[in-house]
Protein backbone atom coordinates (compact mmCIF):
# COMPACT_ATOMS: atom_id res chain seq x y z
CA UNK A 1 0.00 0.00 0.00
CA UNK A 2 1.40 3.38 -0.47
CA UNK A 3 0.27 6.30 1.88
CA UNK A 4 0.18 9.81 0.00
CA UNK A 5 0.06 12.60 2.53
CA UNK A 6 -1.26 15.66 1.41
CA UNK A 7 0.29 18.74 3.08
CA UNK A 8 -2.59 21.63 3.87
CA UNK A 9 -2.26 25.05 4.78
CA UNK A 10 -3.77 28.02 4.63
CA UNK A 11 -4.89 29.37 1.09
CA UNK A 12 -4.18 26.23 -0.33
CA UNK A 13 -4.83 25.96 -4.13
CA UNK A 14 -7.37 24.05 -4.87
CA UNK A 15 -6.77 23.46 -8.46
CA UNK A 16 -3.54 22.71 -8.05
CA UNK A 17 -3.99 19.41 -6.07
CA UNK A 18 -7.57 18.64 -8.16
CA UNK A 19 -6.65 15.99 -10.56
CA UNK A 20 -4.18 13.92 -8.78
CA UNK A 21 -6.17 13.55 -6.03
CA UNK A 22 -9.29 12.82 -7.36
CA UNK A 23 -7.54 10.00 -9.51
CA UNK A 24 -5.97 8.37 -6.53
CA UNK A 25 -8.91 8.61 -4.25
CA UNK A 26 -11.53 7.15 -6.66
CA UNK A 27 -8.62 4.26 -8.36
CA UNK A 28 -11.38 4.62 -10.86
CA UNK A 29 -9.01 4.11 -13.94
CA UNK A 30 -6.53 2.02 -11.44
CA UNK A 31 -4.97 -1.30 -13.76
CA UNK A 32 -6.30 -4.70 -11.99
CA UNK A 33 -3.03 -5.10 -10.04
CA UNK A 34 -2.48 -1.37 -8.61
CA UNK A 35 -1.56 -1.11 -5.38
CA UNK A 36 -3.90 0.42 -3.16
CA UNK A 37 -3.47 4.12 -2.55
CA UNK A 38 -4.58 5.48 0.99
CA UNK A 39 -4.60 9.44 1.10
CA UNK A 40 -4.41 11.51 4.21
CA UNK A 41 -4.24 15.12 4.57
CA UNK A 42 -1.64 16.18 7.23
CA UNK A 43 -0.91 19.82 8.74
CA UNK A 44 1.20 21.08 11.95
CA UNK A 45 -1.77 21.04 13.76
CA UNK A 46 -5.04 19.93 13.68
CA UNK A 47 -6.92 23.14 13.59
CA UNK A 48 -9.15 23.68 10.35
CA UNK A 49 -7.67 25.44 7.41
CA UNK A 50 -8.89 27.38 5.00
CA UNK A 51 -8.37 26.94 1.52
CA UNK A 52 -8.06 29.54 -1.66
CA UNK A 53 -11.43 28.30 -2.88
CA UNK A 54 -12.77 28.96 0.48
CA UNK A 55 -13.65 25.44 1.76
CA UNK A 56 -12.34 24.41 5.30
CA UNK A 57 -10.34 20.98 5.55
CA UNK A 58 -9.39 19.70 9.06
CA UNK A 59 -6.50 17.76 8.47
CA UNK A 60 -6.52 13.86 9.32
CA UNK A 61 -3.24 14.01 11.05
CA UNK A 62 -0.24 16.11 12.18
CA UNK A 63 3.50 15.78 11.26
CA UNK A 64 4.32 13.92 14.05
CA UNK A 65 1.97 11.13 12.94
CA UNK A 66 3.65 10.76 9.25
CA UNK A 67 5.71 7.56 8.43
CA UNK A 68 8.66 7.90 6.02
CA UNK A 69 9.13 4.95 3.97
CA UNK A 70 9.82 3.66 -0.25
CA UNK A 71 5.69 3.46 -0.28
CA UNK A 72 4.79 6.74 1.63
CA UNK A 73 4.90 9.92 -0.76
CA UNK A 74 4.65 13.84 0.42
CA UNK A 75 2.59 16.32 -1.70
CA UNK A 76 3.50 19.84 -1.28
CA UNK A 77 0.42 21.84 -2.67
CA UNK A 78 1.32 25.83 -3.94
CA UNK A 79 -0.42 28.06 -0.96
CA UNK A 80 0.66 32.02 -0.26
CA UNK A 81 1.44 31.36 3.27
CA UNK A 82 4.34 29.15 2.67
CA UNK A 83 6.95 31.73 4.30
CA UNK A 84 5.24 31.08 7.60
CA UNK A 85 7.71 29.62 10.02
CA UNK A 86 5.10 26.62 11.00
CA UNK A 87 5.58 25.03 7.76
CA UNK A 88 9.76 24.46 8.13
CA UNK A 89 8.96 21.21 9.84
CA UNK A 90 7.11 19.72 6.58
CA UNK A 91 10.28 21.17 4.60
CA UNK A 92 12.52 19.27 6.92
CA UNK A 93 10.29 16.09 6.88
CA UNK A 94 10.14 16.47 3.28
CA UNK A 95 14.31 16.29 3.06
CA UNK A 96 13.51 13.41 5.10
CA UNK A 97 11.28 11.42 2.78
CA UNK A 98 14.01 12.28 -0.33
CA UNK A 99 17.22 11.29 1.75
CA UNK A 100 15.29 7.83 2.15
CA UNK A 101 13.94 7.16 -1.10
CA UNK A 102 10.60 8.54 -0.40
CA UNK A 103 9.01 10.94 -2.90
CA UNK A 104 8.13 14.84 -2.74
CA UNK A 105 5.71 16.47 -4.91
CA UNK A 106 5.65 20.18 -4.95
CA UNK A 107 4.24 22.30 -6.89
CA UNK A 108 3.87 26.40 -7.26
CA UNK A 109 4.95 27.95 -4.34
CA UNK A 110 6.12 24.93 -2.48
CA UNK A 111 8.88 24.78 -5.02
CA UNK A 112 10.03 28.19 -3.32
CA UNK A 113 9.64 26.33 -0.17
CA UNK A 114 11.95 23.52 -1.14
CA UNK A 115 14.79 25.80 -2.53
CA UNK A 116 14.61 27.93 0.59
CA UNK A 117 15.55 24.61 2.79
CA UNK A 118 18.30 24.07 -0.11
CA UNK A 119 16.45 21.01 -1.47
CA UNK A 120 16.61 21.96 -5.24
CA UNK A 121 20.43 23.01 -5.09
CA UNK A 122 21.85 19.86 -6.87
CA UNK A 123 18.61 18.31 -8.38
CA UNK A 124 16.75 19.07 -11.76
CA UNK A 125 13.53 20.65 -11.10
CA UNK A 126 11.19 23.54 -12.13
CA UNK A 127 9.11 26.00 -10.63
CA UNK A 128 7.04 29.03 -11.69
CA UNK A 129 9.78 30.59 -14.58
CA UNK A 130 12.79 31.54 -14.77
CA UNK A 131 13.95 34.03 -11.86
CA UNK A 132 11.37 33.04 -10.19
CA UNK A 133 12.91 31.35 -7.13
CA UNK A 134 15.52 33.79 -6.89
CA UNK A 135 13.17 36.45 -6.82
CA UNK A 136 11.34 34.41 -3.46
CA UNK A 137 14.56 32.49 -2.27
CA UNK A 138 17.90 34.37 -2.14
CA UNK A 139 19.61 31.11 -0.79
CA UNK A 140 18.39 29.05 -3.78
CA UNK A 141 21.73 28.51 -5.65
CA UNK A 142 20.02 25.60 -7.92
CA UNK A 143 19.79 27.61 -11.20
CA UNK A 144 22.11 25.16 -13.20
CA UNK A 145 19.42 22.29 -12.56
CA UNK A 146 16.48 24.59 -13.55
CA UNK A 147 14.39 23.31 -16.14
CA UNK A 148 11.71 25.54 -17.83
CA UNK A 149 9.43 22.93 -18.25
CA UNK A 150 5.29 23.01 -16.57
CA UNK A 151 6.33 19.39 -14.76
CA UNK A 152 9.85 17.65 -14.15
CA UNK A 153 10.41 14.40 -12.40
CA UNK A 154 13.90 13.33 -11.33
CA UNK A 155 13.42 10.17 -9.57
CA UNK A 156 11.49 10.31 -6.04
CA UNK A 157 11.33 14.38 -6.71
CA UNK A 158 8.73 15.74 -8.89
CA UNK A 159 8.00 19.57 -9.15
CA UNK A 160 6.08 21.51 -11.22
CA UNK A 161 4.88 25.26 -12.05
CA UNK A 162 1.82 26.92 -11.12
CA UNK A 163 0.50 26.05 -14.81
CA UNK A 164 1.67 22.52 -14.84
CA UNK A 165 -0.88 20.94 -12.50
CA UNK A 166 -2.01 17.87 -15.25
CA UNK A 167 1.31 17.17 -16.17
CA UNK A 168 2.61 16.58 -12.39
CA UNK A 169 -0.44 14.53 -12.06
CA UNK A 170 0.71 13.23 -14.72
CA UNK A 171 4.19 12.09 -13.23
CA UNK A 172 2.64 11.64 -10.36
CA UNK A 173 0.26 8.42 -11.53
CA UNK A 174 2.93 7.72 -13.57
CA UNK A 175 5.77 6.85 -10.66
CA UNK A 176 3.10 5.45 -8.69
CA UNK A 177 2.41 2.89 -11.48
CA UNK A 178 -1.40 2.63 -10.93
CA UNK A 179 -2.25 3.18 -14.56
CA UNK A 180 -1.65 1.22 -17.34
CA UNK A 181 0.60 3.09 -19.70
CA UNK A 182 -1.56 3.82 -22.69
CA UNK A 183 -4.30 4.17 -19.89
CA UNK A 184 -1.91 7.09 -18.66
CA UNK A 185 -1.14 8.71 -21.96
CA UNK A 186 -5.54 8.70 -23.21
CA UNK A 187 -6.35 9.72 -19.97
CA UNK A 188 -3.55 12.98 -20.29
CA UNK A 189 -4.18 13.60 -23.68
CA UNK A 190 -8.38 13.83 -22.81
CA UNK A 191 -8.04 16.05 -20.20
CA UNK A 192 -5.36 18.51 -21.61
CA UNK A 193 -7.33 18.61 -25.43
CA UNK A 194 -10.95 17.62 -24.46
CA UNK A 195 -10.82 15.62 -27.51
CA UNK A 196 -13.49 13.06 -26.81
CA UNK A 197 -12.02 10.63 -29.11
CA UNK A 198 -9.38 10.40 -26.45
CA UNK A 199 -11.63 9.58 -23.88
CA UNK A 200 -13.14 6.49 -25.99
CA UNK A 201 -9.57 5.48 -26.00
CA UNK A 202 -8.97 6.02 -22.24
CA UNK A 203 -12.87 3.78 -21.61
CA UNK A 204 -11.39 1.08 -24.23
CA UNK A 205 -7.67 0.85 -21.71
CA UNK A 206 -9.83 -0.07 -18.71
CA UNK A 207 -9.86 -3.52 -17.41
CA UNK A 208 -13.42 -5.10 -17.56
CA UNK A 209 -16.05 -3.35 -14.93
CA UNK A 210 -13.63 0.28 -14.84
CA UNK A 211 -15.98 1.78 -17.87
CA UNK A 212 -17.90 4.08 -15.50
Known amino acids: MYTIYVYVLDTLADWELGHVIS ?4 GRFFKKDAPPISLKTVSYSKEPVNTMGGLTI ?3 CVIDDITVSRTSMLLLPGADTWNDPRHSTIIEKAGEFLSLGAAVCAICGAT ?3 ANFGLLDKRPHTSNGPGF ?3 VSPSY ?5 YIDKPSIADDNLITASSTGAL ?9 LGV ?3 DTLESWYEYFSTGNPEHFFALMHTLPSGNEN
Do not use: H
Open 112 to 114: AAL
Open 23 to 26: ELNS
Open 58 to 60: VPD
Open 167 to 175: SWARQIIEY
Open 179 to 181: FQS
Open 141 to 145: RGQSF
Open 133 to 135: LEM
